[in-house]
């Protein structure tokens, strides 16, 4: 089969997307690393703006729409559960459904990006008992190995 030029580009931007993920993943998780997500990040200034986190989902074959709808619901509700001293601390959730029209083989069927105002806020959301709660929700809906490709940064 040849592949048009628009498509080769596509599959590189994927190829580059996965290579510039997997590069997170080792900063990340490298053995120097202490218990801060951002430890080993070689950019000034890490912590001093907003921070990101980014998610994507894979849903099971069978799960109905209903059940799609309440996941993506529940998961942005997380904006006004998740709370720091009895206030909600997620500035904001953006994202919807992959509508992807390239023919891109990614297999998500949705992505989201949260804002926090600071590193120590997004670290914050991982224990939080909301975004807990969620997960053991998630789990009943979403492909339970590699459901999602996810990774924080901070503005700059």
């Known amino acids: 089969r040849i592949l048009s030029p628009k498509s080769i580009v596509m599959k590189f931007a994927i190829l580059f997307f996965v290579v510039l993920s997997l590069s997170f993943v080792h900063v990340f998780?490298?053995?120097?690393?202490?218990s801060s997500a951002l430890s080993g990040v070689p950019w000034p200034n890490a912590t001093d703006?907003?921070?990101y986190h980014v998610i994507t989902f894979r849903f099971k074959k069978s799960t109905t729409r209903e059940e799609r709808a309440s996941v993506l619901r529940e998961f942005k509700?997380?904006?006004t559960r998740a709370l720091k001293n009895g206030k909600p601390y997620i500035l904001d959730i953006i994202g919807g459904d992959n509508y992807a029209t390239e023919g891109l083989p990614s297999?998500?069927?949705?992505g989201y990006i949260l804002?926090?105002?600071?590193?120590?806020?997004l670290e914050r959301y991982g224990s939080d008992p909301a975004h807990q709660a969620f997960g053991d929700f998630m789990g009943r809906y979403?492909?339970?190995?590699d459901y999602n490709v996810g990774?924080?940064?901070?503005?700059q």
């Open 29 to 34: 998780s490298s053995k120097e690393a202490s």
């Open 151 to 155: 990774f924080n940064f901070v503005s």
């Open 49 to 51: 703006g907003p921070a």
């Open 115 to 121: 804002k926090f105002k600071n590193v120590e806020d």
């Open 107 to 110: 297999g998500f069927d949705a």
């Open 77 to 79: 509700a997380l904006k």
């Open 142 to 145: 979403v492909v339970p190995k």
